[in-house]
């Protein structure tokens, strides 16, 4: 391969990094505002993230075009080749992301005019600041090709798993407390539920990551903290 052709392919292997940056940038916009939208009850700002999600698809079918296009003429092997599978891997994850702040969008529409007090909605913040911020850490980790650091992200997958599962005890008993909460505490349930999945779409681009630099799948069970679907009918926090 000529010194050319040599730079050329770099540069589209950088281009495809530089493709999934951005769909990054945006996917943790999409999340912020949808989870300040919810927080506020913002119709306006959830109707925003509705209409912007359909910018992440074509991003993701981009990079799918130009992954195929690389694979076709270059043919690439080893390292190379996990690079690509890569990028495919983690515009699917980010692409996932978004449909589930639109999710949570849509349920901010849902709600509107419906009986709510904000102090419900806090536990759903915090748990959106802290997969907010493992979401941002795994895409620098993408970008730089940090090992450590996607490794972390993976590590602290239950702790967003244990804080939803005591979200949903805490909401639960909400609604036992008092019938009037039960349809907007339903609604931010599924909210909570949306976000513990965002986390764990993060924790799979750690794994790739973890893939493309040592070629090798983890092989222990990622730790999982979501016993919510053990909570009993009848649960009582007393």
Request: proline content about 2%; glycine content about 4%; charged content about 30%.
């Amino acid at each position: 391969m000529t010194q050319h052709t040599t730079g050329a392919y770099d540069e589209e292997l950088r281009d495809l990094v530089s493709r999934i940056a951005e769909m990054g940038g945006l996917a943790e916009g999409l999340v912020s505002e949808a989870v300040t939208g919810l927080a506020r009850i913002d119709i306006a700002r959830a109707q925003n993230v509705i209409f912007n999600d359909h910018r992440l698809d074509d991003m993701q079918r981009q990079v799918e075009e130009r992954a195929i296009s690389v694979i076709a003429r270059r043919q690439p092997v080893a390292r190379d080749l996990r690079e690509i599978i890569a990028a495919l891997r983690v515009s699917s994850d980010l692409e996932r992301v978004g449909d589930l702040a639109k999710n949570i969008a849509k349920r901010v529409i849902a709600i509107d005019g419906q009986f709510h007090t904000k102090r419900l909605a806090f536990g759903v913040e915090h748990i959106s600041e802290i997969t907010l911020e493992q979401l941002k850490a795994v895409l620098d980790a993408y970008t730089s090709q940090d090992l450590d650091a996607a490794h972390a992200v993976r590590s602290r997958d239950d702790e967003i798993d244990a804080m939803y599962t005591s979200l949903f005890r805490e909401l639960l008993t909400y609604m036992m407390e008092d019938p009037r909460n039960i349809t907007f505490c339903t609604h931010l349930l599924f909210c909570a539920k949306n976000i513990e999945r965002i986390g764990d779409h993060a924790t799979n681009i750690a794994e790739t990551i973890h893939f493309m630099i040592t070629g090798e799948y983890l092989q222990e069970d990622r730790p999982k903290q979501d016993e919510s679907s053990y909570i009993p009918a009848g649960y009582s926090s007393e």
